[in-house]
């Protein structure tokens, strides 16, 4: 039995370990396509967020050190000099220090925070997959990436009977056009999403593990 557990990984089992991750990869590489449209976009007026709560989360970050004291900072919504700082959230204040620290524009902070979460959001979607199937991992791995949910199958089959365009049929059970992230890899396009939900990830995976 150990000698088994010990065993080196055969040639096949190498080969689909890096299909796997090519497969992955791409499918997470996909959604950056939005922010690569958005940079190319809009040239040198690019910001690097694509969404109005996005700003608001690094000016957070950045208020730990500009209203704060480097780890705690006050209120958001209260704009007397004197609030008290007494309120912490660990990832707004690692986006604060990257912009004042390091000097990085608010805007790529957070794109950089999409880069450096999306491979682990894909490794512990892989991971959780793995650990709950036999067969069909890959497809099922793109399905969870890319599928769009039950929601969106509905609203296709129903504009292929009423003639809604596809790209309005298939938000049309979405709540807000989408942008509630029903399905699990569109979490993928925003930074701080990707990172809460590699938290939940990691702990389903634990408890999986036991």
């Not at 509630?180 to 701080?192: C, D, E, H, K, S």
Request: hydrophobic share 45%; with cysteine.
């Amino acid at each position: 039995m150990n000698e088994c557990r010990n065993a080196e990984p055969t040639a096949p089992s190498r080969r689909a370990d890096r299909q796997i991750v090519l497969v992955v990869g791409l499918s997470l590489l996909s959604w950056m396509t939005i922010l690569a449209a958005h940079y190319v976009g809009n040239g040198n007026s690019a910001t690097g967020f694509i969404q109005y709560d996005q700003p608001y989360y690094v000016a957070n970050g950045r208020a730990v050190f500009d209203r704060g004291n480097g780890l705690l900072y006050p209120n958001p919504s209260d704009a007397d000099a004197n609030a008290p700082v007494i309120y912490f959230h660990w990832l707004p204040c690692i986006l604060g220090a990257v912009v004042t620290q390091l000097s990085i524009a608010p805007g790529t902070a957070y794109s950089l925070l999409t880069f450096v979460m999306l491979p682990i959001f894909g490794c512990l979607t892989w991971q959780l997959i793995k650990r709950r199937t036999t067969q069909h991992r890959l497809p099922i791995t793109v399905l969870a990436l890319w599928a769009g949910g039950l929601v969106s199958m509905i609203g296709i089959v129903k504009g292929l009977f009423t003639g809604i365009p596809l790209d309005e049929a298939v938000f049309l059970f979405d709540p807000t056009e989408g942008l509630w992230f029903l399905n699990w890899g569109r979490n993928t396009v925003y930074g701080i999403e990707i990172t809460y939900h590699c938290f939940v990830a990691a702990a389903w995976w634990m408890v999986l593990q036991k």
